[in-house]
């Protein structure tokens, strides 16, 4: 795998993300990912026990991290998060310097991270949050396609036609996300000009993960029309045909605009249940459109061995 500005930029060998997940981007995966030559991304809520004092638990499981690898690393960052300036303070703190930022404007707080010597790679899903991003002073975006898991861009961009338009917009590195799992997703993005990429769905299907053994399973079975997007028009996601996921696909909800009871339904809060304990009537399963080509529960080891073999026969071929 070439080397490229986003590898350059982040000190890493391979230019390939793990998307930031509640609950499931436990410091075990992420150190697993750094320790592969990719970079591992911790998501705060991840490997601590629900209740806890956010700040507190941030700071416990960046060390826990720093004690797997020594690696360069990131935290994902919800801008909305109310307790957000402290949760980049305590980063800062920890010496985190590279920040993925979701979910809010970068204009309240790229300033703040980049004054604490962070690299902010902010995550978009249209060429217009990316041209924003950009004139905010953003390092890099992720532009993310309709494919991916988990809550989606309100204006459903695929991932074939989002990755090279806003790279044609922009003169910061893009990185391209959803639906991509191997190496053939891998070359398809570096083709529409992406300088590399973030995965979701394939590292929850990891040995290392801390995802429960049967979501994990689910995963596995899916197959390509096996996940659906709920949340109407204002909150879509895409979740694992699984359990409860098919009554709210049916539910009254789905033909309204009720963001707020939407919110409720999907967000992290409704998540845990399915992610860590396997229960996909209570809890939903984020899960991308490119499960059908999971087929195994694998290390991560295994999957960078797929991303760089696999990418370098396809180039073979191509050229
Ligand atoms: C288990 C899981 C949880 C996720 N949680 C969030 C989230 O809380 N917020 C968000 O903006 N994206 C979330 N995502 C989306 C990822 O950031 C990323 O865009 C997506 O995983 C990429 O697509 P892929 O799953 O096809 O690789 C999640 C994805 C998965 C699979």
Redesign the pocket.
């Known amino acids: 795998m070439k080397r490229t500005p986003v590898s350059t930029a982040l000190g890493i060998s391979y230019p390939v993300l793990q998307?930031?997940?509640?609950?499931?981007s436990n410091p075990e995966l992420v150190a697993a990912v750094s320790n592969a030559g990719g970079l591992g991304v911790l998501?705060p809520t991840s490997g601590v026990e629900p209740g806890g004092d956010p700040v507190a638990d941030l700071h416990a499981v960046v060390r826990r991290v720093q004690r797997l690898t020594q690696k360069p690393f990131g935290v994902?960052f919800?801008l909305p998060h109310p307790q957000i300036e402290q949760l980049i303070e305590a980063a800062a703190q920890e010496g985190i310097n590279i920040a993925i930022t979701?979910?809010g404007s970068p204009a309240l707080f790229t300033g703040i991270l980049k004054e604490h010597n962070m690299t902010v790679i902010h995550?978009v899903t249209t060429v217009r949050h990316a041209r924003g991003a950009e004139a905010q002073g953003v390092d890099m975006v992720?532009a993310?396609?309709f494919?991916?898991?988990?809550?989606r861009g309100v204006d459903k961009v695929s991932t074939m036609v989002l990755v090279p338009q806003v790279v044609g917009s922009i003169a910061i590195p893009v990185i391209a996300?959803?639906?991509?799992?191997d190496s053939r997703g891998y070359v398809a993005a570096t083709a529409l000009g992406a300088m590399g990429v973030?995965?979701?769905?394939?590292?929850?299907a990891t040995k290392e993960c801390i995802?429960h053994q049967k979501y994990k399973t689910a995963i596995v079975a899916a197959i390509d029309s096996g996940t659906i997007v709920v949340g109407g028009d204002k909150w879509p996601t895409?979740i694992l045909k699984q359990g409860i996921a098919m009554q709210m696909r049916e539910s009254s909800l789905e033909s309204g605009d009720d963001s707020a009871a939407w919110e409720q339904e999907l967000g992290?809060d409704r998540?845990r249940a399915a992610?860590l304990d396997g229960d996909f009537e209570s809890g939903i399963?984020?899960?991308?459109?490119?499960?059908g080509l999971i087929s195994e529960i694998i290390t991560v080891q295994e999957v960078f061995k797929d991303l760089v073999d696999g990418s370098h026969s396809l180039a073979r071929k191509l050229v």
């Open positions: 998307a930031g997940m509640p609950w499931v998501h994902s919800h979701y979910g995550q992720i993310e396609g494919e991916g898991g988990g809550l996300s959803g639906g991509i799992v973030q995965m979701g769905s394939r590292f929850v995802s895409r992290i998540t992610f399963a984020y899960t991308g459109a490119g499960t």
